[in-house]
């Protein structure tokens, strides 16, 4: 990444207290903590964009956080026109979202790639007309048989799940961050792709 390359990093959930702590919100989770660690101003809501915004700097870097007021099936159409607004390329674009197929507690960075059947990153997909953009995948586990995806990545975090996220896991997500501006995507996915800190 160059020096004065502005970063985007849009993470997805869904809006409104109903969805606080789900799963599906582990992006909006990562947002907070992150932005607010790196001492960003509090959440806007901007109606150009559909989404909550901040903005700041880390590693000399212009970062822009948003989260969607779409819902996570038309995170596009907020994605897209902010990406547009600041000028992102889609190469600078992170989004942040769950990932069943990772242990809770891993991240994988990635470059690319499907939609896996995840309808955040498909309607990204959709309105961007590519798929090069970087995803941050934040592992939720799988649901036991007996429970359907849907339902489960709409459950909230246990107890346990929620103080290892707030007291662990935000603590690697900062670092993987400042890794990724400083040292770029390579090195942070050589760092902390599928590793899961102890907690």
Known sequence: ?????????AALGNP???YENTRHNIGFIFA???????????????KNFKAFISAGNIEGKTVVFIKPDT???LSGKAVFPAAKAFNISYQTLFVVHDDLD?????????L??????????RSIISELETNQFYRIRLG????????RASDYVLDKFLDGELSFIQNDWSSVWNCMIKTLLSEGPEKAMNNYNARRQKG
């Open 1 to 9: 990444m160059n020096d004065d390359s502005g970063i985007l990093i």
């Open 16 to 18: 409104g207290k109903r």
């Open 32 to 46: 907070d903590k992150v932005s607010s660690h790196f001492e960003f101003p509090p959440f806007q809501y901007c």
């Open 71 to 73: 819902y996570m099936n």
């Open 102 to 110: 990772i242990e809770f507690g891993s991240q994988k960075i990635k």
């Open 112 to 121: 690319g790639g499907g939609d896996a059947g995840h309808k955040g990153i």
């Open 140 to 147: 939720i586990g799988k649901s036991l048989p007996t429970v």
